[in-house]
């Protein structure tokens, strides 16, 4: 048996493709989007058909698209800065959709203390976070007024809708040999790649 193959993502890999150090940036853009894809939206469809009560475990797998899209659209590099991060990223997400009121923009943090931190460390959700899948937006107030309702189903449709937008930026952004967006990008994906 020979050397296994370095998974790039989950139809990238050392047997089937060229090495990272020779990928343009098409290549970056390519590998990235089935990384998401595969490794996080796909996974986290899958739960939602399969599981109908794998709310917890979707919304871990969708709480880390927000600050990793965030690093990437900033091109940072450094390790650290969650939170800052996590906000910036659902902002991106939801901060243009009609649901998204100041209210709700009021307790970003509370969705990432209890949301990501919670499921991360402690594997539930907080006590201001509650899950309800009739729901008809991926997230509202919480009638008491403090807390929020998350609907994980619909916010695998809203994560897939921005990382599409996101991806046809950048694509327009490399086919014309510029951009903030796409050297942002590049620059972030190098860093993690150990390009």
Not at 56 to 66: G, N
Not at 107 to 118: A, D, W
């Amino acid at each position: 048996m020979g050397p296994l193959p370095e998974f790039y993502s989950p139809n990238f890999h050392s047997a089937n493709y060229k090495k990272p150090s020779d990928w343009t940036k098409e290549d970056k853009i390519s590998v990235f989007l089935d990384r998401v894809e595969g490794w996080q939206l796909g996974i986290a469809d899958l739960l939602s058909i399969t599981i109908p009560s794998a709310g917890w475990p979707v919304l871990r797998l969708l709480f880390s698209y927000f600050e990793m899209i965030a690093k990437y659209q900033y091109g940072f590099v450094k390790k650290r800065e969650s939170s800052r991060y996590f906000q910036l990223g659902l902002e991106s997400v939801f901060g243009k959709e009609e649901f998204f009121s100041e209210d709700l923009k009021s307790k970003i943090n509370t969705i990432y203390e209890e949301g990501r931190c919670s499921l991360y460390h402690g594997g539930s959700l907080g006590p201001n976070l509650k899950i309800l899948y009739h729901l008809r937006v991926p997230m509202c107030e919480n009638t008491n007024g403090i807390g929020v309702i998350l609907n994980p189903r619909l916010f695998t449709v809203s994560i897939r809708r921005h990382l599409y937008v996101y991806i046809a930026k950048l694509r327009e952004e490399a086919d014309q040999k510029r951009g903030n967006l796409l050297a942002n990008f590049e620059k972030r994906f190098d860093w993690e790649s150990g390009i």
